[in-house]
């Protein structure tokens, strides 16, 4: 399926006060609106995602799953600055003729929901049913459901926080720094900064699994190994894998949006900026989760008024929730059967 692209003709104010014109979002939907339109499931991908939602989140979204084309209109939009049909650095700047690059204004999670904001109007969906997003997805959710609070009707966090950590701040900067030790990353040219890219990847997966799960799925087989780690190339093989299908300017750009992610911003704190979430709230932690630690989810919980809290057990770390579709179906099924107002989901894992 090929991603639409949704033109804007004004120019596209970000919450910096710059400005850039001919906004370009892309996107991909699934199913139809109904008469009643009120079976809109509207998914935000993660970091480095795009807006195939099918190709990336199997087993919980496509015919025959939880989320199915056959009963709602699913919609997933690529996020503003990534190049996978939206506006990026990459993208022509009218101005110069000429790619962006690092002129490429830096934006927030609120500009992001501003353009999702503008194709929603677009599609003319009034209500969203089901609003769900993992990790970078998850903050772009809660921020909507604060800026728009009657439009979202039921909201599902998975791996996500209300404000990017001191931790998660860092481990942004530390790939930052890789790629701006790549020096061709200052040429401005399409495949500029790749080496720093493919080191900011391999630190990002450090972020992404766990020690756990490198135990089990990158351990040696034999005890006379001394190089050539079954670890080293996969770090490496990963790394190579993102080069080839992203680029190091929306990298660079991304990680400093995710940086920017706070609730409380401008709305008198957090705890004040979740108090005004109406949606029906599903808050779903992975206990193995070291990027996004398991207490960000149960403090969204305790703090978003009607809310549910559940634990994903997993040995996959914060990428659980990309990998773990069936408990994922099992949590969310029982969210929809239960009365949520301070309850907490305790479900066993699948075999």
Request: glycine share 8%.
């Amino acid at each position: 399926m090929n991603t639409e692209i949704f033109k804007y003709t004004e120019a596209f104010e970000f919450e910096s006060g710059q400005e850039i014109q001919d906004l370009e979002i892309g996107f991909h939907t699934y199913g139809r609106l109904n008469k009643a339109k009120d079976n809109v499931i509207w998914i935000c991908h993660a970091l480095t995602a795009n807006a195939d939602v099918f190709d990336w989140w199997k087993g919980l979204v496509g015919t025959g799953f939880l989320f199915n084309p056959e009963e709602h209109f699913i919609v997933c939009a690529n996020i503003l600055g990534s190049p996978y049909g939206t506006s990026n650095p990459l993208s022509i700047n009218p101005v110069s003729g000429q790619p962006y690059y690092q002129a490429f204004p830096q934006f927030t999670i609120r500009d992001i929901i501003k353009a999702h904001q503008l194709l929603a109007d677009h599609l003319q969906i009034d209500n969203i049913h089901i609003l769900i997003g993992g990790s970078l997805g998850g903050q772009q959710a809660v921020e909507w459901a604060i800026i728009e609070p009657e439009r979202i009707k039921n909201l599902i966090l998975i791996a996500t926080n209300a404000r990017h950590s001191p931790w998660g701040i860092a481990f942004n900067e530390s790939q930052r720094l890789a790629i701006t030790t790549d020096r061709t990353f200052y040429a401005n040219t399409p495949d500029g900064g790749q080496k720093g890219l493919k080191a900011a990847r391999s630190i990002a997966l450090l972020s992404y699994r766990g020690y756990k799960t490198y135990s089990i799925t990158q351990q040696e087989e034999s005890d006379d190994k001394t190089d050539d780690y079954r670890a080293s190339t996969y770090q490496s093989y990963q790394g190579q894998k993102l080069v080839n299908r992203f680029n190091a300017y929306s990298y660079w750009y991304l990680t400093k949006t995710m940086d920017s992610h706070n609730v409380g911003r401008g709305r008198h704190g957090v705890e004040k900026a979740l108090s005004q979430i109406k949606a029906r709230t599903l808050v779903i932690g992975i206990h193995s989760d070291v990027l996004f630690p398991i207490e960000e989810q149960q403090y969204l919980f305790q703090h978003i008024p009607k809310s549910a809290f559940a634990k994903l057990d997993s040995f996959y770390g914060h990428d659980g929730f990309l990998i773990e579709t069936e408990a994922l179906t099992n949590i969310i099924t029982s969210f929809f059967k239960t009365d949520v107002k301070g309850k907490i989901i305790e479900l066993q894992r699948t075999a």
